[in-house]
């Protein structure tokens, strides 16, 4: 049973505009979500999290979205650029547990 | 300052051989956790340790094991290696605070290949 979904394996989006990209998970004690990018060959890079008690946090081109009574996160990225190209996983964990990972989805930015 | 580092890269052992992969966790982290990351999937939890000890552990054999040292390095050990266990291993170090929640930062991986 995943319990972090992401429904959408890919995204095309063209440069300049938002990057939407979307995260479901069932279990609702979890208290802490994070994104992270993954280019090939390099390791999966922090990109930004939420905690439970907030609904947005934004860092520079990047703002996540949590809607807790949907157990739905988003991330969106304005402007995108083709550097943003990659595979985006969402995570979750309750409170010191590990993180449990959706399958990620690849995100292409065209120029 | 030096992210996470894992050695090797890349390796290729055989079914039935024995595997050792290296973590340096990131200068002031002091807790370091081990994923699988098979093709079309995201990384699957498989053990973390935090001072010198086995903190939490995932759904995962016990041919699966691991170590960590007194500067909190760490490494993973594979025993009667399968072919369902090629995959990328990543290495995942964090600063392990007394109260909430810990942002974990991951090294490049090492893409073990089992024939």
């Known amino acids: 049973d995943q319990q972090v979904k992401q429904n959408s394996p890919s995204l095309s989006v063209q440069e300049g505009r938002i990057s939407i990209l979307n995260c479901d998970y069932t279990n609702s004690m979890f208290d802490y979500f994070l994104w992270y990018k993954k280019y090939p060959a390099e390791g999966p890079t922090f990109l930004i999290s939420?905690?439970?008690?907030?609904d947005k946090n934004e860092d520079g081109r990047f703002t996540v979205f949590l809607n807790k009574s949907a157990k739905h996160l988003s991330l969106h990225i304005v402007p995108s650029q083709p550097g943003d190209s990659a595979v985006y996983f969402c995570a979750a964990s309750v409170g010191n547990t590990p993180l449990v990972f959706g399958k990620g989805t690849r995100l292409s930015v065209i120029a | 300052d030096a992210g996470v580092t894992q050695s090797p890269t890349h390796l290729i052992k055989t079914r039935g051989q024995q595997v050792t992969l290296r973590c340096s966790p990131k200068s002031g982290h002091d807790t370091v956790s081990w994923y699988q990351q098979a093709l079309g999937q995201g990384p699957q939890f498989i053990f973390q340790y935090y001072e010198e000890e086995e903190r939490q552990r995932g759904n995962f054999p016990d041919r699966f094991s691991g170590h960590q040292f007194p500067n909190y390095s760490s490494e993973l050990n594979v025993n009667a290696l399968l072919l369902g266990d090629s995959a990328l291993y990543l290495c995942?170090?964090?600063?392990?605070?007394?109260?909430?929640?810990?942002?974990?930062?991951f090294g490049p991986g090492t893409r073990l290949l089992v024939l």
């Open positions: 939420i905690s439970s008690i907030k």
């Open positions: 995942a170090s964090s600063f392990s605070p007394t109260t909430g929640q810990e942002t974990q930062y």
